[in-house]
């Protein structure tokens, strides 16, 4: 590979499902999220006001958030659906 490009690439950190699911899971702003999107209701005014900021950002995008298949929480922006992490938020 010339020198030039391996300067450009860049390592994507990756997860296993499962780690993925757990770390949304530890995560209390995300957990918060998710219980949400679980019971399929989107939280009242009163409850937004009582979330961390961090957790309140995402529940201002509800339309944009969905659970996939295996309890992973996306983003969706456009044609492109991303995991909600905690870089994310």
Not at 23 to 43: C, S
Not at 61 to 85: C, P, Q, Y
Request: hydrophobic share 40%.
């Amino acid at each position: 590979m010339p020198d030039r490009l391996r300067e450009e690439c860049v390592e994507i950190p990756t997860m296993l499902l499962h780690e993925l699911i757990a770390a949304q899971q530890e995560d209390p702003a995300i957990a918060r999220v998710l219980r949400f999107m679980k019971i399929g209701r989107r939280p009242t005014y009163q409850e937004k006001q009582q979330e961390s900021g961090i957790a309140r950002q995402p529940l201002h995008e509800w339309n944009k958030l969905f659970i996939a298949e295996g309890g992973i929480l996306f983003h969706r922006a456009g044609s492109r659906d991303r995991t909600v992490a905690e870089e994310i938020l």
